[in-house]
């Protein structure tokens, strides 16, 4: 077994240095000195014939990841040391210590890799013999994640995701960080050969190149332009754990000014509450900057012949590919404050991947239009349309009174059981000035409707929507999967429809429709999107074979009600 | 051939007349299962009259509350299934399955065969006392991963599937998946 080498200095893992030392160790094609032992009558490149092991810290970080159950356990004790009571305590820690550290034992020596020409087999398991194998041709992304943990220690975890999945198919915790990236270029080797050929496989894999990086500047800037309640929401969901009102106290002993503050702010409610928004706004804004921080420092992306692969991460570095071919639709995300200075997101949809992301993967977190759009053509061509088609005027009638419906909704209640005793500004109970939102209703529904658009080129479908987020998607025509116009029975009595084009991987939360389309229109872009499809496959199979059409013959085609059982 | 056929896409996307409807047996069973949802409302209703029987200061008189859920769900049960079933329509064409569906909210649905992961045929309980199948369309798709078709005799869904599967294995483009 190896010893683990500690790489505490993170500069050994530069990202540049490691891109560019790949394709040399493609081209040696000799079985790779990583491999801990060479089949030498295997004539393929470094095969991991031999089941592996992880690596031998793995253990060390399990059982340091289950002390947390164990001190929940020993907690009355180690509050009340001198109590006779605890025999609970004792017993479970007895227990945890006959069973829990052999499991981890158990579980680390039944488990191992192998990986051989044509699949990736995992076996685990203590009780149950779990044997996974992954066929290699179906792998499309093997993603290297590095906590800080194993930073340290220069480990690594990998994950495996396939095709068809929608989770981690394999996943590999922990291994060397070598033999993470010796995995990895083993795995990428095979599928080159499987899919091109033997004659395709000697040639050696294009170099990397830098497409995009994001120097600590860029980061903090785009963190700043980031400003999110959602991580302040998540901030105080964790303050309540703590006591906010003696660490408040304590703040303000300390320092006298910030009690005269704290008292002449308290004084006055109107005071408080701004005091309250400015200090929110602050918290957010800073959240904001270390979340992003976090998770895009040192962010590279570079093409790999036909893959791109990104890293990024200040504490958990993560590593992944992005095969250019598995790209869904192309994302271009901004924000109001971000686009009043021409800042972008460019953002891909996978399947499969990352699933924390709904599917989303971001290339470029932050830059500018052309150099974002630039970075899109090299994606996939982009031809960003002059004019958006614009959905109904009826839509901001629709929204305004959808929302309009769901304030009052919300409202009635605390109206109808609002006790006489508390405030009743301007003699009415307090929330009846809830109603003094409807005009940003209306403003809101508006802007909506100024925000939606679509257009239909020769290349795919473009999709306009938002109004904190703008989102712009692109979905290419070949990426089209099932088509669908609704309406709903609103829709109908004002004429209405949406249309919507799925894909693969689509998002649950943002996705691209075309909302309240007049029904003539929604209609007649239904078809043409489908002829589009229809068109291109035609042109793809009269490529293939010379003939646009399907092998059948013309009475074996499906087709229902004319079928012979139908009648 | 190409352009034409291309050009059919748009009349047939629209046309009304090869829709095909789902066998009327399903009404029943539709209505069975409203049924059997019906009964799970109406029983806490009828259990909370019981209880209120014999309070003197009920705010409702015996039996409203339970009857008028009685009387919402049987209305329910036998109007809905009837309703649903007209919205109902489908029809395989050479490159497409063609649905529309929708009582509230109409939905009309393309499903381009070649986008067909897999297809299966089940059948429930109470289908199967009815012998209708459904067929079950997976895609790769996120929101319409899985496009059924309810209230089809076996043998016709069968023959669906059947018809799909030849086609999958006759096209001439060999694609991943996604």
């Given at each position: 077994m190896p010893s683990p080498p500690p790489e505490p200095d993170p500069s050994a893992q530069d990202p540049s240095?490691?891109?560019?030392?790949?394709?040399?160790?493609?081209?040696?094609?000799?079985?790779?000195e990583d491999a801990p032992s060479p089949d030498p009558s295997s004539s393929t490149l470094g095969a991991i014939r031999e089941p592996q092991r992880l690596h031998p810290l793995t253990l060390l970080l399990r059982v340091g990841a289950s002390l947390p159950a164990l001190l929940i356990v020993l907690f009355p004790l180690l509050q009340n040391p001198n109590s006779s009571e605890h025999v609970v305590s004792i017993v479970l820690t007895v227990l945890y210590g006959v069973f829990a550290l052999p499991a981890i034992l158990l579980q680390y020596f039944r488990f191992s890799y192998r990986i051989t020409p044509k699949q990736i087999v995992i076996q685990s398991g203590v009780f149950n013999r779990k044997n996974r194998s992954i066929p290699i041709e179906r792998v499309q992304n093997i993603q290297i994640e590095q906590n800080l943990v194993a930073r340290l220690f220069g480990i690594a975890k990998v994950q495996i995701e396939t095709a068809g999945s929608t989770s981690t198919e394999g996943s590999l915790e922990y291994v060397q960080l070598e033999s993470a990236q010796e995995i990895r270029r083993i795995v990428r080797s095979f599928q080159h050969r499987t899919a091109e050929g033997e004659a395709e496989a000697e040639q050696e894999e294009p170099t990397a190149e830098t497409l995009f990086d994001m120097p600590l500047r860029r980061v903090l800037?785009?963190?700043?332009?980031?400003?999110?309640?959602?991580?302040?929401?998540?901030?105080?969901?964790?303050?309540?754990?703590?006591?906010?009102?003696?660490?408040?106290?304590?703040?303000?002993?300390?320092?006298?000014?910030?009690?005269?503050?704290?008292?002449?702010?308290?004084?006055?409610?109107?005071?408080?509450?701004?005091?309250?928004?400015?200090?929110?706004?602050?918290?957010?804004?800073?959240?904001?900057?270390?979340?992003?921080?976090?998770?895009?420092?040192?962010?590279?992306?570079?093409?790999?012949?036909?893959?791109?692969?990104?890293?990024?991460?200040?504490?958990?570095?993560?590593?992944?590919?992005?095969?250019?071919?598995?790209?869904?639709?192309?994302?271009?995300?901004?924000?109001?404050?971000?686009?009043?200075?021409?800042?972008?997101?460019?953002?891909?949809?996978?399947?499969g991947l990352d699933v924390d992301e709904q599917g989303h993967r971001v290339i470029a977190p932050f830059a500018k239009t052309d150099r974002i759009l630039a970075l899109a053509n090299r994606v996939r061509p982009l031809d960003l349309p002059e004019a958006f088609g614009r959905v109904s005027r009826l839509t901001i009638r629709r929204r305004f009174f959808r929302y309009t419906a769901v304030l009052t909704i919300m409202l009635a209640p605390?109206?109808?059981?609002?006790?006489?005793?508390?405030?009743?500004?301007?003699?009415?109970?307090?929330?009846?000035?809830?109603?003094?939102?409807?005009?940003?209703?209306?403003?809101?529904?508006?802007?909506?409707?100024?925000?939606?658009?679509?257009?239909?080129?020769?290349?795919?479908?473009?999709?306009?929507?938002?109004?904190?987020?703008?989102?712009?998607?692109?979905?290419?025509?070949?990426?089209?999967?099932?088509?669908?116009?609704?309406?709903?029975?609103?829709?109908?009595?004002?004429?209405?429809?949406?249309?919507?084009v799925d894909t693969a991987g689509a998002a649950t939360f943002a996705y691209p429709e075309v909302i309240d389309l007049p029904a003539d229109e929604a209609d007649a872009q239904f078809g043409t999107l489908y002829t589009q499809f229809k068109t291109l496959y035609r042109n793809r199979i009269e490529e293939a074979t010379g003939d646009p059409d399907t092998r059948l013959d013309v009475e074996d085609r499906p087709r229902l009600p004319t079928g012979p059982l139908a009648d | 051939?190409?352009?034409?056929?291309?050009?059919?896409?748009?009349?047939?996307?629209?046309?009304?007349?090869?829709?095909?409807?789902?066998?009327?047996?399903?009404?029943?069973?539709?209505?069975?299962?409203?049924?059997?949802?019906?009964?799970?409302?109406?029983?806490?209703?009828?259990?909370?009259?019981?209880?209120?029987?014999?309070?003197?200061?009920?705010?409702?008189?015996?039996?409203?509350?339970?009857?008028?859920?009685?009387?919402?769900?049987?209305?329910?049960?036998?109007?809905?299934?009837?309703?649903?079933?007209?919205?109902?329509?489908?029809?395989?064409?050479?490159?497409?399955?063609?649905?529309?569906?929708?009582?509230?909210?109409?939905?009309?649905?393309?499903?381009?065969?070649?986008?067909?992961?897999?297809?299966?045929?089940?059948?429930?309980?109470?289908?199967?006392?009815?012998?209708?199948?459904?067929?079950?369309?997976?895609?790769?798709?996120?929101?319409?991963?899985?496009?059924?078709?309810?209230?089809?005799?076996?043998?016709?869904?069968?023959?669906?599937?059947?018809?799909i599967k030849r086609f999958i294995l006759e096209d001439p483009l060999i694609e991943d998946p996604v």
């Open positions: 240095d490691d891109a560019g030392t790949a394709p040399a160790d493609e081209s040696a094609s000799t079985p790779s800037l785009s963190g700043a332009f980031r400003f999110s309640l959602l991580y302040l929401a998540v901030i105080f969901s964790v303050l309540q754990l703590f006591d906010p009102e003696a660490l408040a106290d304590q703040l303000m002993l300390s320092r006298s000014v910030m009690d005269r503050i704290g008292e002449a702010v308290l004084s006055n409610p109107a005071l408080a509450i701004i005091a309250t928004i400015v200090v929110a706004i602050i918290l957010g804004w800073i959240s904001g900057i270390v979340v992003h921080l976090a998770r895009y420092y040192g962010f590279q992306l570079w093409l790999e012949g036909d893959k791109l692969r990104t890293r990024r991460g200040l504490f958990t570095v993560k590593e992944g590919t992005i095969p250019l071919k598995k790209v869904q639709a192309l994302i271009l995300r901004t924000n109001p404050f971000m686009c009043a200075f021409g800042w972008y997101e460019l953002k891909v949809q996978t399947v605390a109206i109808y059981f609002w006790p006489a005793t508390w405030i009743h500004p301007g003699g009415v109970a307090f929330p009846w000035w809830g109603f003094g939102l409807v005009p940003f209703l209306l403003g809101w529904a508006l802007l909506q409707y100024r925000n939606h658009g679509y257009a239909t080129q020769d290349d795919g479908f473009y999709i306009r929507r938002g109004v904190v987020s703008h989102y712009l998607w692109l979905i290419p025509v070949e990426k089209f999967h099932v088509f669908s116009a609704t309406a709903s029975i609103f829709q109908r009595r004002l004429d209405l429809k949406t249309l919507f | 051939m190409d352009s034409s056929t291309a050009d059919a896409t748009l009349a047939d996307v629209a046309s009304e007349e090869h829709i095909h409807s789902l066998d009327p047996s399903i009404r029943t069973v539709w209505m069975l299962k409203m049924a059997v949802f019906a009964v799970f409302l109406f029983l806490p209703a009828l259990f909370y009259d019981l209880t209120q029987l014999f309070s003197p200061n009920s705010w409702l008189p015996f039996g409203v509350l339970s009857g008028t859920v009685l009387v919402g769900a049987s209305i329910y049960c036998l109007a809905w299934p009837r309703l649903r079933h007209r919205a109902w329509g489908f029809a395989l064409r050479p490159e497409e399955i063609y649905i529309e569906h929708g009582v509230l909210r109409h939905v009309r649905t393309i499903v381009p065969l070649r986008r067909i992961q897999h297809i299966d045929v089940s059948q429930d309980l109470i289908e199967r006392e009815f012998s209708l199948g459904r067929l079950v369309v997976h895609t790769a798709g996120s929101r319409s991963s899985d496009v059924v078709i309810p209230g089809l005799p076996l043998s016709e869904a069968e023959h669906i599937r059947d018809e």
